[in-house]
Every structure is written in C-alpha cells, then in structure tokens.
C-alpha cells in the first residue's frame, strides 16, 4: 500500500516536472531502489572526499547532497539536483506525514518555505562535526532535522540516510538501516513525528533523547559490520 500511494506521488513529480524523454513509472520507480543501492556501495570513494582538504565539512555535505539527489533523479524529473523553488508549481509547498502530499489541507508536516531552505539547511549542516563526542546522537538530530525541512519533493529520506551513512562512518561506525527498516520502522517514525511535533517546544529534548537512544541499537561500529553480499 505504501509503495502505491509512493508511486502515485512519483508520478505526479514526473508530469509537473517531465525530464527530457518520457518515463514508464515502474521502470522509475525501480531504478530509484537500484541507484539508492549503488550509493550505499560507494560510500568509501564518498568518505574520501569528505576527509579532502578542499571545501568546510559543511560544504561537502551540500555538494553530496544534491549530487545524490541528481544521480537518484536523473533522467526521472526534470529537477533531480535541485531544491523546491518558490516559481514551482503550489510556490514549492510540500507536507508529509500521514502521506507525502502538495496539497495544503492534508498537511501533517510542511517542509521550510523554499525561500529558506538554503539558510535551514546550513544550519543542519553545522550539527555534523569534524569531530563529534556523540556521533551516534548528531547523526540522529541531523536527520530529524533534514527530514523537517524536507529540501525536495522526494527522496529526502534517502538523502538523508545516505549522507549519515557517511558521516557516521567518517566517525567508524555504520548504521544498520535494512534492519531498523525490517524491524522497527514504525516505531522509529513515531518517535521521529513526535519530534517534529514538540520541536518548537520545551519537551522537544526530551522526546530527541528517546529517538536517540532508539537510533543506538542500530548503530554498530565499522569493524562489527559484515556485508551479507
């Protein structure tokens, strides 16, 4: 049911934003799995240039983020690479939650306006140090975060998992996402909501520490990890 209503949203980026040859929705859709997989396996070659001396650390993660972006995209909608515009259709507006909608009145969650998405994410950016006491944690309050302000229409997820796979293995540890998919994955997105509900709140900090130490039980060093391939 949930790949259905992801497809039909699929669907609908593709006819308001059409690349440059037509798609077949299925072949999309399968493609976007296949790509997410190859970033996964080249998360070493990323990790080099995260630890290069070119660009803040900050820096790197905006490039990788729309670069990721791009590579799952390409060729699907016409703005793989690219951040929500205040010109787009709906001046760029875009909810989740429940379901990932454009429409106004069955928003649960509404993503930062376009016009401080740049600024929003510069300051998630800054949460993924050089050097972190608490990786696991940071980790965590950054995907919260990137997910909240929700820069694209979709794969935002991915994204984010994606670019925390990498830092939190800049830091030696790999986060065990198939399994928390598999095993836990509505539990781990209550807890995620309930953040994104209370985070203008003063409770917020008590409810990130319970996704927190959620998120530790699938986080497991770099030398614990053995690939099932």
């Known amino acids: 049911m949930a790949d259905n209503s992801e497809k039909a949203y699929l669907a609908e980026l593709i006819r308001d934003f059409p690349p440059a040859n037509p798609v077949d929705l299925e072949v ?12 996964e396996q080249h998360i070493p070659d990323f990790l080099s240039f995260l630890q290069s001396e070119q660009n803040t650390f900050s820096e790197k993660f905006n490039l990788l983020c729309l670069s990721f972006h791009r590579y799952l995209f390409s060729d699907i909608i016409g703005n793989a690479g690219e951040f929500r515009k205040v010109m787009d259709p709906n001046a760029g507006f875009v909810a989740y939650g429940r379901e990932m909608t454009r429409n ?60 925390i796979t ?64």
Not at 29 to 38: A, C, E, L, N, P
Not at 135 to 152: K, N
Not at 194 to 200: G, P, Q, S, T, V
């Open 28 to 39: 999309a859709w399968k493609d976007i799995q296949t790509r997410y997989t190859v970033l």
């Open 104 to 163: 106004p009145s069955t928003a649960q969650f509404t993503g930062s306006a376009p016009s401080s998405i740049e600024n929003d994410l510069s300051e998630a950016y800054q949460l993924l140090k050089l050097e972190e006491i608490d990786p696991i944690c940071a980790s965590m309050r950054f995907y919260q975060r990137f997910v909240r302000i929700h820069p694209f229409y979709d794969g935002n997820g991915r994204v984010a998992r994606i670019l």
């Open 166 to 229: 990498l830092y939190l293995s800049h830091h030696g540890f790999y986060p065990l996402w198939k399994k928390l998919e598999e095993t836990k994955k509505n539990e781990f997105l209550r807890k995620l909501n309930m953040c994104h509900l209370r985070e203008r709140e003063q409770m917020f900090e008590k409810y990130f520490a319970y996704l927190c130490e959620f998120w530790r039980q699938f986080v497991i060093p770099k030398t614990d990890f053995v690939d099932p391939s």
